[in-house]
């Protein structure tokens, strides 16, 4: 199981870190990856991916905004978001995996961005 935390309203320009844990699944032996699923939409989006070597990767808008990063040791996994833009409200959700998730969904977290 996966289960996503640290989201809520930030403020255009702001921050926010989210957290991904699991119970079941050992992280250090996946890829794993953030993605969201904006308002009114049916499609989850890739939007950064770490690999088990440590190389990440970033949707094209969040480089230089985002940071992904895991804790192999509490097989924990973050996003971290700076500079967040309205556009980017979304329930962000984690999965093992690079590009196609391998696991049921948790129940995400909420992210919403608005002055």
């Known amino acids: 199981q996966l289960a996503e935390s640290g989201g809520g309203l930030g403020q255009p320009g702001g921050s926010l870190k989210l957290s991904c844990v699991t119970s079941?699944?050992?992280?250090?032996?996946?890829?794993l990856s953030w993605y969201r699923q904006p308002p009114g939409t049916t499609q989850r989006e890739l939007v950064a991916s770490i690999l088990r070597d440590g190389t990440t990767e970033y949707e094209d808008s969040v480089q230089g905004r985002f940071t992904i990063s895991r804790d192999k040791a509490k097989d924990t996994l973050f996003l971290k978001m700076n500079s967040l833009k309205p556009d980017e409200t979304a329930v962000y959700s984690c999965n093992c995996g690079r590009t196609i998730p391998m696991f049921d969904w948790g129940p995400g977290s909420q992210v919403t961005v608005s002055s």
């Open positions: 079941g699944i050992a992280f250090s032996a996946y890829d």
